[in-house]
Protein backbone atom coordinates (compact mmCIF):
# COMPACT_ATOMS: atom_id res chain seq x y z
CA UNK A 1 0.00 0.00 0.00
CA UNK A 2 1.21 3.90 -0.93
CA UNK A 3 2.82 5.45 1.75
CA UNK A 4 1.69 9.22 1.88
CA UNK A 5 4.12 10.51 4.20
CA UNK A 6 7.57 8.95 2.53
CA UNK A 7 6.45 10.12 -0.81
CA UNK A 8 5.52 14.02 0.50
CA UNK A 9 8.68 16.40 -0.98
CA UNK A 10 8.15 18.54 2.31
CA UNK A 11 9.29 15.51 3.84
CA UNK A 12 12.16 14.40 1.79
CA UNK A 13 13.52 18.09 2.11
CA UNK A 14 12.87 18.41 5.66
CA UNK A 15 14.94 14.86 6.66
CA UNK A 16 17.71 16.04 3.89
CA UNK A 17 17.97 19.10 6.16
CA UNK A 18 18.21 17.62 9.25
CA UNK A 19 20.89 15.45 8.27
CA UNK A 20 22.95 18.48 6.86
CA UNK A 21 22.33 20.15 10.35
CA UNK A 22 23.48 16.82 12.60
CA UNK A 23 26.76 17.17 10.63
CA UNK A 24 26.75 20.65 11.54
CA UNK A 25 26.34 19.57 14.97
CA UNK A 26 28.64 17.16 15.03
CA UNK A 27 31.49 18.86 14.00
CA UNK A 28 30.56 22.16 16.45
CA UNK A 29 30.88 19.70 19.24
CA UNK A 30 34.13 18.13 18.15
CA UNK A 31 35.38 21.71 17.93
CA UNK A 32 34.48 22.51 21.55
CA UNK A 33 35.65 19.35 22.52
CA UNK A 34 39.48 20.23 20.80
CA UNK A 35 38.91 23.97 22.30
CA UNK A 36 38.21 22.29 25.70
CA UNK A 37 40.83 20.00 25.89
CA UNK A 38 43.21 22.78 24.83
CA UNK A 39 42.79 24.91 26.78
CA UNK A 40 43.15 22.20 29.35
CA UNK A 41 46.44 20.81 28.11
CA UNK A 42 48.18 24.13 27.32
CA UNK A 43 51.09 23.28 30.09
CA UNK A 44 51.77 20.48 28.82
CA UNK A 45 50.74 21.17 25.34
CA UNK A 46 53.39 19.83 22.79
CA UNK A 47 51.61 16.59 22.40
CA UNK A 48 47.86 17.40 23.32
CA UNK A 49 48.15 20.01 20.59
CA UNK A 50 49.16 17.49 17.86
CA UNK A 51 46.75 14.70 18.76
CA UNK A 52 43.48 17.22 18.77
CA UNK A 53 44.51 18.71 15.46
CA UNK A 54 44.34 15.53 13.95
CA UNK A 55 40.89 15.40 15.66
CA UNK A 56 40.04 18.27 13.99
CA UNK A 57 40.82 17.08 10.36
CA UNK A 58 38.95 13.54 10.91
CA UNK A 59 35.83 15.82 12.20
CA UNK A 60 36.65 18.28 9.25
CA UNK A 61 36.46 15.63 6.37
CA UNK A 62 32.44 14.63 6.55
CA UNK A 63 31.51 18.42 6.39
CA UNK A 64 30.18 20.42 3.15
CA UNK A 65 32.94 21.96 1.52
CA UNK A 66 33.02 25.49 1.84
CA UNK A 67 35.16 27.95 2.96
CA UNK A 68 34.53 28.07 6.70
CA UNK A 69 35.16 24.34 7.11
CA UNK A 70 38.06 24.66 4.73
CA UNK A 71 39.45 27.26 6.87
CA UNK A 72 39.25 25.10 9.98
CA UNK A 73 41.22 22.48 8.47
CA UNK A 74 44.42 25.21 8.08
CA UNK A 75 43.90 25.93 11.70
CA UNK A 76 44.29 22.22 12.69
CA UNK A 77 47.92 22.55 10.36
CA UNK A 78 48.91 25.76 12.34
CA UNK A 79 48.15 23.68 15.24
CA UNK A 80 50.43 21.31 14.74
CA UNK A 81 53.54 24.10 14.30
CA UNK A 82 52.43 25.80 17.35
CA UNK A 83 52.19 22.99 19.74
CA UNK A 84 54.78 24.83 21.80
CA UNK A 85 53.38 28.49 21.81
CA UNK A 86 49.98 28.22 23.29
CA UNK A 87 50.32 28.47 26.79
CA UNK A 88 48.91 31.86 27.14
CA UNK A 89 45.90 31.45 25.06
CA UNK A 90 44.23 28.74 28.21
CA UNK A 91 41.86 31.24 29.14
CA UNK A 92 40.92 32.61 25.98
CA UNK A 93 39.77 29.48 24.21
CA UNK A 94 37.79 28.80 27.54
CA UNK A 95 35.82 32.18 27.30
CA UNK A 96 35.01 32.72 23.96
CA UNK A 97 35.31 29.63 21.65
CA UNK A 98 33.62 26.91 24.26
CA UNK A 99 31.33 28.87 26.25
CA UNK A 100 29.95 30.40 22.91
CA UNK A 101 29.68 26.99 21.51
CA UNK A 102 28.32 25.34 24.17
CA UNK A 103 25.45 28.52 24.67
CA UNK A 104 24.76 28.05 20.67
CA UNK A 105 24.57 24.54 20.72
CA UNK A 106 22.07 23.99 23.85
CA UNK A 107 19.87 27.02 22.01
CA UNK A 108 19.68 25.27 19.14
CA UNK A 109 19.01 21.48 21.13
CA UNK A 110 16.70 23.66 22.59
CA UNK A 111 14.69 25.00 19.39
CA UNK A 112 14.85 21.77 17.36
CA UNK A 113 14.53 19.33 20.12
CA UNK A 114 9.99 19.60 19.45
CA UNK A 115 10.34 19.72 15.97
CA UNK A 116 10.37 16.14 15.01
CA UNK A 117 7.62 15.20 17.57
CA UNK A 118 5.88 17.72 16.03
CA UNK A 119 6.55 16.21 12.48
CA UNK A 120 6.22 12.76 13.64
CA UNK A 121 2.89 13.40 15.39
CA UNK A 122 1.41 15.50 11.93
CA UNK A 123 2.79 12.61 9.64
CA UNK A 124 0.79 9.80 12.06
CA UNK A 125 -2.35 11.45 11.53
CA UNK A 126 -1.95 11.86 7.53
CA UNK A 127 -1.25 8.10 7.68
CA UNK A 128 -3.86 7.37 9.82
CA UNK A 129 -6.43 9.54 8.02
CA UNK A 130 -5.01 7.93 4.59
CA UNK A 131 -5.65 4.23 6.21
CA UNK A 132 -9.10 5.35 7.77
CA UNK A 133 -10.81 6.74 3.85
CA UNK A 134 -9.09 3.01 2.70
CA UNK A 135 -11.06 1.18 5.96
CA UNK A 136 -14.49 3.28 5.47
CA UNK A 137 -14.79 2.73 1.54
CA UNK A 138 -14.41 -0.74 2.03
CA UNK A 139 -17.07 -0.71 4.63
CA UNK A 140 -19.40 1.43 1.82
CA UNK A 141 -18.83 -1.22 -0.60
CA UNK A 142 -19.84 -3.83 1.32
CA UNK A 143 -23.19 -2.01 2.50
CA UNK A 144 -24.02 -1.66 -0.98
CA UNK A 145 -23.03 -4.57 -2.24
CA UNK A 146 -25.29 -6.15 0.58
CA UNK A 147 -28.30 -3.79 0.08
CA UNK A 148 -28.08 -4.86 -3.72
CA UNK A 149 -28.43 -8.43 -2.96
CA UNK A 150 -31.59 -7.21 -0.65
CA UNK A 151 -32.86 -5.23 -2.96
CA UNK A 152 -32.99 -7.58 -5.60
CA UNK A 153 -34.30 -10.69 -3.64
CA UNK A 154 -36.96 -8.55 -2.09
CA UNK A 155 -37.75 -7.84 -5.82
CA UNK A 156 -37.57 -10.89 -7.02
CA UNK A 157 -39.91 -13.24 -4.28
CA UNK A 158 -42.15 -10.21 -4.14
CA UNK A 159 -45.04 -12.12 -5.91
CA UNK A 160 -44.52 -15.12 -3.70
CA UNK A 161 -44.83 -13.62 -0.22
CA UNK A 162 -47.45 -12.34 1.74
CA UNK A 163 -48.34 -8.71 2.99
CA UNK A 164 -46.78 -9.15 6.31
CA UNK A 165 -43.50 -10.56 5.00
CA UNK A 166 -43.48 -8.21 2.51
CA UNK A 167 -43.40 -5.66 4.72
CA UNK A 168 -41.14 -6.69 6.82
CA UNK A 169 -38.58 -6.99 3.76
CA UNK A 170 -39.40 -3.64 2.86
CA UNK A 171 -38.54 -2.56 6.85
CA UNK A 172 -35.12 -4.25 6.11
CA UNK A 173 -34.74 -2.89 2.65
CA UNK A 174 -35.22 0.68 4.30
CA UNK A 175 -32.92 -0.11 6.78
CA UNK A 176 -30.36 -0.92 5.35
CA UNK A 177 -30.21 2.19 2.54
CA UNK A 178 -30.01 4.29 5.81
CA UNK A 179 -27.06 2.46 6.74
CA UNK A 180 -25.81 3.04 3.38
CA UNK A 181 -26.34 6.87 3.09
CA UNK A 182 -24.81 7.25 6.58
CA UNK A 183 -21.38 5.46 6.31
CA UNK A 184 -21.44 7.27 2.56
CA UNK A 185 -21.46 10.89 4.43
CA UNK A 186 -18.23 9.80 7.22
CA UNK A 187 -16.59 8.53 3.33
CA UNK A 188 -17.22 11.65 2.06
CA UNK A 189 -16.31 13.48 5.10
CA UNK A 190 -13.19 11.72 5.92
CA UNK A 191 -12.23 12.30 2.25
CA UNK A 192 -12.09 16.08 2.79
CA UNK A 193 -10.52 15.94 6.48
CA UNK A 194 -7.67 14.20 4.73
CA UNK A 195 -7.12 16.98 2.65
CA UNK A 196 -6.81 19.71 5.35
CA UNK A 197 -4.77 17.22 7.67
CA UNK A 198 -2.62 16.86 4.57
CA UNK A 199 -1.92 20.79 4.56
CA UNK A 200 -1.98 21.20 8.22
CA UNK A 201 1.15 18.66 7.81
CA UNK A 202 3.15 20.66 5.22
CA UNK A 203 2.48 23.87 6.89
CA UNK A 204 4.31 21.81 9.50
CA UNK A 205 7.32 20.78 7.50
CA UNK A 206 7.52 24.20 6.12
CA UNK A 207 8.02 25.88 9.27
CA UNK A 208 10.12 23.38 10.79
CA UNK A 209 11.93 23.80 7.59
CA UNK A 210 13.13 27.44 7.84
CA UNK A 211 13.44 27.30 11.74
CA UNK A 212 16.23 24.58 11.17
CA UNK A 213 17.82 26.66 7.87
CA UNK A 214 17.82 29.62 10.08
CA UNK A 215 19.65 27.79 12.80
CA UNK A 216 22.28 26.60 10.54
CA UNK A 217 23.00 30.14 9.09
CA UNK A 218 23.67 30.96 13.23
CA UNK A 219 25.75 27.96 13.20
CA UNK A 220 28.13 29.26 9.76
CA UNK A 221 28.46 32.76 11.35
CA UNK A 222 29.01 31.57 14.82
CA UNK A 223 32.12 29.19 13.33
CA UNK A 224 33.01 32.45 11.16
CA UNK A 225 33.17 34.75 14.57
CA UNK A 226 35.36 32.17 16.13
CA UNK A 227 37.69 32.25 13.65
CA UNK A 228 38.41 35.75 13.38
CA UNK A 229 38.72 36.27 17.04
CA UNK A 230 41.01 33.38 16.95
CA UNK A 231 43.17 35.41 14.03
CA UNK A 232 43.34 38.09 16.82
CA UNK A 233 45.09 35.64 19.53
CA UNK A 234 47.64 34.22 17.20
CA UNK A 235 48.59 37.21 15.90
CA UNK A 236 49.94 38.35 19.17
CA UNK A 237 52.57 34.99 19.25
CA UNK A 238 55.96 34.93 18.98
CA UNK A 239 58.49 35.43 15.93
CA UNK A 240 58.44 32.26 15.42
CA UNK A 241 55.24 31.13 14.60
CA UNK A 242 54.48 33.80 12.22
CA UNK A 243 55.47 31.82 8.96
CA UNK A 244 52.58 29.18 9.86
CA UNK A 245 50.30 31.98 11.19
CA UNK A 246 50.15 34.03 8.21
CA UNK A 247 49.34 30.34 6.14
CA UNK A 248 46.46 30.73 8.84
CA UNK A 249 45.13 34.03 8.02
CA UNK A 250 45.44 33.77 4.25
CA UNK A 251 42.73 30.58 4.94
CA UNK A 252 40.77 32.97 7.37
CA UNK A 253 41.36 35.90 4.76
CA UNK A 254 39.34 34.07 1.93
CA UNK A 255 36.25 33.26 4.30
CA UNK A 256 33.23 34.01 2.90
CA UNK A 257 30.39 33.83 5.10
CA UNK A 258 27.64 35.22 3.33
CA UNK A 259 28.42 33.19 -0.09
CA UNK A 260 28.63 30.24 2.76
CA UNK A 261 25.19 30.85 3.59
CA UNK A 262 24.23 31.58 0.32
CA UNK A 263 25.20 28.09 -0.67
CA UNK A 264 23.76 26.88 2.41
CA UNK A 265 20.55 27.98 0.97
CA UNK A 266 20.97 26.57 -2.16
CA UNK A 267 22.17 23.55 -1.60
CA UNK A 268 18.94 23.00 0.74
CA UNK A 269 16.48 25.01 -1.61
CA UNK A 270 14.37 23.36 -3.64
CA UNK A 271 14.66 23.67 -7.52
CA UNK A 272 11.72 22.22 -8.67
CA UNK A 273 8.76 23.87 -9.80
CA UNK A 274 6.64 21.38 -11.28
CA UNK A 275 6.33 19.35 -8.14
CA UNK A 276 3.37 16.39 -8.10
CA UNK A 277 1.13 15.69 -5.25
CA UNK A 278 -1.54 12.62 -4.88
CA UNK A 279 -4.28 12.67 -3.27
CA UNK A 280 -7.11 10.08 -2.24
CA UNK A 281 -10.57 10.86 -4.46
CA UNK A 282 -13.57 8.94 -3.37
CA UNK A 283 -14.54 5.60 -5.34
CA UNK A 284 -18.31 4.56 -5.46
CA UNK A 285 -19.57 0.95 -5.90
CA UNK A 286 -21.76 2.70 -8.61
CA UNK A 287 -18.85 3.10 -11.11
CA UNK A 288 -17.91 -0.55 -11.11
CA UNK A 289 -18.64 -1.80 -14.23
CA UNK A 290 -18.66 -5.58 -12.70
CA UNK A 291 -21.35 -4.59 -9.46
CA UNK A 292 -25.01 -6.18 -9.97
CA UNK A 293 -27.05 -2.87 -9.53
CA UNK A 294 -29.19 -2.71 -12.33
CA UNK A 295 -28.11 0.66 -15.03
CA UNK A 296 -30.95 3.18 -13.65
CA UNK A 297 -30.44 2.96 -10.66
CA UNK A 298 -26.52 3.16 -11.35
CA UNK A 299 -27.32 6.09 -13.24
CA UNK A 300 -29.50 7.86 -10.55
CA UNK A 301 -26.79 7.25 -7.37
CA UNK A 302 -24.47 8.91 -9.84
CA UNK A 303 -26.66 11.95 -10.55
CA UNK A 304 -27.31 12.26 -6.81
CA UNK A 305 -23.32 11.93 -5.81
CA UNK A 306 -22.83 14.69 -8.95
CA UNK A 307 -25.35 17.09 -7.56
CA UNK A 308 -23.68 17.03 -4.56
CA UNK A 309 -20.31 17.57 -5.11
CA UNK A 310 -21.98 20.61 -7.64
CA UNK A 311 -23.43 22.53 -5.23
CA UNK A 312 -19.67 21.64 -3.47
CA UNK A 313 -18.09 23.00 -6.04
CA UNK A 314 -19.99 26.21 -6.52
CA UNK A 315 -19.40 26.84 -3.30
CA UNK A 316 -16.24 26.53 -3.24
CA UNK A 317 -15.85 28.35 -6.14
CA UNK A 318 -17.49 31.39 -4.12
CA UNK A 319 -15.28 31.16 -1.40
CA UNK A 320 -12.14 31.72 -4.35
CA UNK A 321 -13.84 34.30 -5.36
CA UNK A 322 -13.92 36.30 -2.38
CA UNK A 323 -10.04 35.73 -1.13
CA UNK A 324 -9.22 36.89 -4.41
CA UNK A 325 -11.26 39.81 -4.25
CA UNK A 326 -10.07 40.35 -0.82
CA UNK A 327 -6.15 39.89 -1.55
CA UNK A 328 -6.64 42.39 -4.77
CA UNK A 329 -7.96 44.65 -1.92
CA UNK A 330 -5.05 44.00 0.01
CA UNK A 331 -2.48 44.49 -2.76
CA UNK A 332 -4.05 47.87 -4.00
CA UNK A 333 -4.18 49.31 -0.30
CA UNK A 334 -1.57 47.84 1.36
CA UNK A 335 -3.02 49.89 4.70
CA UNK A 336 -5.94 47.41 4.91
CA UNK A 337 -3.55 44.79 6.34
CA UNK A 338 -0.37 43.64 7.47
CA UNK A 339 1.92 40.86 6.29
CA UNK A 340 0.67 38.53 8.71
CA UNK A 341 -2.84 39.10 7.36
CA UNK A 342 -1.73 38.89 3.72
CA UNK A 343 0.29 35.48 4.44
CA UNK A 344 -2.78 34.05 6.39
CA UNK A 345 -5.26 35.11 3.35
CA UNK A 346 -3.24 33.70 1.23
CA UNK A 347 -2.59 30.60 2.72
CA UNK A 348 -6.59 30.18 3.20
CA UNK A 349 -7.02 30.94 -0.67
CA UNK A 350 -4.32 28.13 -1.27
CA UNK A 351 -6.35 25.65 0.80
CA UNK A 352 -9.84 26.98 -1.12
CA UNK A 353 -8.31 26.15 -4.48
CA UNK A 354 -6.81 22.77 -3.29
CA UNK A 355 -10.47 21.89 -2.21
CA UNK A 356 -11.90 23.12 -5.55
CA UNK A 357 -9.34 21.01 -7.46
CA UNK A 358 -9.91 17.78 -5.41
CA UNK A 359 -13.90 18.15 -6.05
CA UNK A 360 -13.35 19.12 -9.21
CA UNK A 361 -11.49 16.21 -10.43
CA UNK A 362 -13.53 13.75 -8.72
CA UNK A 363 -16.73 15.45 -10.34
CA UNK A 364 -14.80 14.79 -13.48
CA UNK A 365 -14.44 11.05 -12.70
CA UNK A 366 -17.89 10.83 -12.14
CA UNK A 367 -18.92 12.28 -14.98
CA UNK A 368 -16.89 10.13 -17.02
CA UNK A 369 -18.76 7.02 -15.37
CA UNK A 370 -21.82 8.34 -16.17
CA UNK A 371 -21.15 9.15 -19.45
CA UNK A 372 -19.80 5.56 -19.79
CA UNK A 373 -23.00 4.05 -18.32
CA UNK A 374 -25.16 6.09 -20.75
CA UNK A 375 -23.01 5.35 -23.70
CA UNK A 376 -22.06 8.98 -24.52
CA UNK A 377 -18.64 9.96 -25.48
CA UNK A 378 -16.36 11.36 -22.69
CA UNK A 379 -15.76 14.94 -22.37
CA UNK A 380 -12.13 16.32 -22.02
CA UNK A 381 -11.67 17.90 -18.42
CA UNK A 382 -8.99 19.72 -16.67
CA UNK A 383 -8.36 17.21 -14.56
CA UNK A 384 -8.84 14.17 -17.29
CA UNK A 385 -5.14 13.31 -17.45
CA UNK A 386 -4.70 13.70 -13.99
CA UNK A 387 -6.48 11.10 -12.52
CA UNK A 388 -4.71 7.79 -11.81
CA UNK A 389 -5.93 4.39 -10.47
CA UNK A 390 -4.06 1.82 -8.54
CA UNK A 391 -4.88 -1.25 -6.99
CA UNK A 392 -3.90 -3.57 -3.87
CA UNK A 393 -5.43 -6.53 -2.57
CA UNK A 394 -8.50 -4.11 -1.35
CA UNK A 395 -9.29 -3.21 -4.57
CA UNK A 396 -8.76 -0.45 -7.47
CA UNK A 397 -8.22 2.93 -5.86
CA UNK A 398 -8.10 6.42 -7.59
CA UNK A 399 -5.75 9.47 -7.19
CA UNK A 400 -5.50 12.79 -8.62
CA UNK A 401 -1.80 14.33 -9.39
CA UNK A 402 -2.08 18.00 -8.54
CA UNK A 403 0.72 20.34 -9.15
CA UNK A 404 1.86 21.32 -5.56
CA UNK A 405 4.44 23.91 -5.95
CA UNK A 406 6.98 24.53 -3.15
CA UNK A 407 6.34 27.22 -1.09
CA UNK A 408 9.26 28.10 1.21
CA UNK A 409 10.24 31.54 1.93
CA UNK A 410 14.26 32.41 1.69
CA UNK A 411 15.15 34.17 4.37
CA UNK A 412 18.00 37.15 3.77
CA UNK A 413 21.38 36.73 4.94
CA UNK A 414 23.03 38.94 6.65
CA UNK A 415 25.78 41.17 5.79
CA UNK A 416 29.02 42.02 7.12
CA UNK A 417 27.91 44.79 8.96
CA UNK A 418 24.90 43.43 10.41
CA UNK A 419 27.32 40.49 11.70
CA UNK A 420 30.08 43.13 12.85
CA UNK A 421 26.95 44.52 15.20
CA UNK A 422 25.20 42.04 16.11
CA UNK A 423 28.00 38.90 17.67
CA UNK A 424 26.25 36.43 19.40
CA UNK A 425 28.58 35.97 22.34
CA UNK A 426 30.68 38.88 24.16
CA UNK A 427 33.29 37.87 26.03
CA UNK A 428 33.90 39.39 29.57
CA UNK A 429 36.29 41.58 30.00
CA UNK A 430 39.65 40.90 31.55
CA UNK A 431 42.42 43.14 33.86
CA UNK A 432 45.02 44.18 31.48
CA UNK A 433 47.42 44.02 33.92
CA UNK A 434 47.25 40.31 34.62
CA UNK A 435 47.53 39.27 31.30
CA UNK A 436 50.70 41.26 31.08
CA UNK A 437 51.99 39.29 33.89
CA UNK A 438 50.60 36.10 32.10
CA UNK A 439 52.92 36.93 29.06
CA UNK A 440 56.42 36.29 28.94
CA UNK A 441 59.40 38.05 29.52
CA UNK A 442 60.97 37.47 26.15
CA UNK A 443 58.08 39.46 24.59
CA UNK A 444 58.18 42.53 27.08
CA UNK A 445 58.44 45.40 24.35
CA UNK A 446 56.25 44.20 22.04
CA UNK A 447 54.00 40.36 23.19
CA UNK A 448 52.94 42.32 26.67
CA UNK A 449 50.65 45.12 24.50
CA UNK A 450 49.73 43.07 22.29
CA UNK A 451 48.61 40.14 24.38
CA UNK A 452 46.67 42.72 26.73
CA UNK A 453 45.00 43.96 23.20
CA UNK A 454 43.38 41.00 22.03
CA UNK A 455 42.08 39.00 25.11
CA UNK A 456 38.37 40.32 23.97
CA UNK A 457 38.26 39.33 20.02
CA UNK A 458 34.98 40.50 19.25
CA UNK A 459 34.66 43.13 16.70
CA UNK A 460 34.14 47.30 17.51
CA UNK A 461 31.49 49.36 16.53
CA UNK A 462 33.19 52.14 14.90
CA UNK A 463 32.57 55.83 15.67
CA UNK A 464 31.63 58.82 13.42
CA UNK A 465 34.59 61.42 12.43
CA UNK A 466 32.79 64.32 14.36
CA UNK A 467 33.14 62.31 17.57
CA UNK A 468 36.98 61.84 16.94
CA UNK A 469 37.66 65.36 15.88
CA UNK A 470 36.81 66.35 19.65
CA UNK A 471 38.73 64.06 21.01
CA UNK A 472 42.17 64.76 22.73
CA UNK A 473 45.21 62.56 21.69
CA UNK A 474 45.91 60.27 24.75
CA UNK A 475 49.09 59.24 23.54
CA UNK A 476 51.04 57.57 19.80
CA UNK A 477 51.92 54.59 18.57
CA UNK A 478 54.05 52.97 15.95
CA UNK A 479 52.48 50.42 13.01
CA UNK A 480 54.32 47.00 13.23
CA UNK A 481 53.13 45.48 10.38
CA UNK A 482 50.56 46.64 7.26
CA UNK A 483 46.76 46.53 7.53
CA UNK A 484 44.50 46.85 4.73
CA UNK A 485 40.60 47.20 5.05
CA UNK A 486 37.62 47.91 2.71
CA UNK A 487 35.53 49.80 5.45
CA UNK A 488 35.48 53.12 5.30
CA UNK A 489 35.12 53.30 9.31
CA UNK A 490 38.76 51.49 9.56
CA UNK A 491 42.11 52.97 8.90
CA UNK A 492 44.80 51.49 6.36
CA UNK A 493 48.16 51.36 7.99
CA UNK A 494 51.59 50.67 6.90
CA UNK A 495 54.72 49.40 8.78
CA UNK A 496 56.63 52.40 10.21
CA UNK A 497 52.99 54.70 10.43
CA UNK A 498 52.93 56.86 12.93
CA UNK A 499 49.19 57.21 14.48
CA UNK A 500 47.62 59.47 17.48
CA UNK A 501 45.38 57.78 19.92
CA UNK A 502 41.79 58.62 20.43
CA UNK A 503 40.34 55.77 22.57
CA UNK A 504 41.33 52.23 23.34
CA UNK A 505 39.16 49.77 23.35
CA UNK A 506 38.56 46.55 25.32
CA UNK A 507 37.64 44.41 22.08
CA UNK A 508 41.40 44.89 20.94
CA UNK A 509 40.50 47.52 18.49
CA UNK A 510 42.02 51.37 18.88
CA UNK A 511 40.38 54.24 17.36
CA UNK A 512 42.63 56.89 16.08
CA UNK A 513 44.36 59.74 13.61
CA UNK A 514 46.63 59.03 10.60
CA UNK A 515 47.58 61.83 7.88
CA UNK A 516 44.08 63.64 8.75
CA UNK A 517 41.99 60.24 8.26
CA UNK A 518 40.04 59.15 11.47
CA UNK A 519 39.22 55.04 12.11
CA UNK A 520 39.30 52.13 13.62
CA UNK A 521 42.93 49.95 13.79
CA UNK A 522 43.94 46.78 15.39
CA UNK A 523 45.94 47.18 18.82
CA UNK A 524 48.05 43.78 17.62
CA UNK A 525 49.08 45.68 14.00
CA UNK A 526 50.98 48.32 16.54
CA UNK A 527 53.11 49.33 19.47
CA UNK A 528 52.31 52.20 21.88
CA UNK A 529 55.06 54.79 22.63
CA UNK A 530 56.55 55.84 26.24
CA UNK A 531 55.43 58.89 27.29
CA UNK A 532 58.28 60.59 28.31
CA UNK A 533 57.31 62.88 31.13
CA UNK A 534 56.62 59.60 33.82
CA UNK A 535 56.66 56.10 32.30
CA UNK A 536 55.75 53.28 34.34
CA UNK A 537 55.49 49.15 33.79
CA UNK A 538 52.01 49.38 34.85
CA UNK A 539 50.94 51.94 32.05
CA UNK A 540 51.97 49.62 29.21
Keep these: MKDPVSTCTYNLLYQ ?7 DGEYFCKELMAVFQQRADLELTYSKGLQKLASKLIKASKGMKSNSTYSAWCHVSDEMYSAADAHR ?20 HNKRKRPLDSVVERMGKRVSANWNDQLKIKKKLVGLTREHEALFNFVKNNKQICTEKEKQKMLNRLTKSAEAQSRVDDEYFNINLDGHQIRLKWENTLKNCYQIIQELEKQRIEMLSNTLNRYSLHTSSFEKTLIHSQRQTEQAIQRVD ?24 IADYFEEDSKSLMEKDRKRDAIKTKLQRLEDSVAKAKKDCDGLERMMKTYSENPSFSNKKNLEETEQLLDETTLKLDLLEATQCKLSISLAELEGKSRTMHRFSDSIKKWKDKEGEHSVVQ ?20 SIIYQGPAHNTQSTLESTPAIHEDIGAVESASVVNGTLPRANNDEQGDERHSIGKCKALHDFTSDRDDELIIKEGDLLEIYQKEDSGWWYGKLNGFIGHFPSTYVEELPILSDVKSSDV
Design 16 to 22: DLKRFSK
Design 88 to 107: ALSNAFQQEAVLEMRQVLEE
Design 257 to 280: MEKDIQSLVEETSVTAHDNKAEFL
Design 402 to 421: LARPVKIRKTPFRSRQSLRN
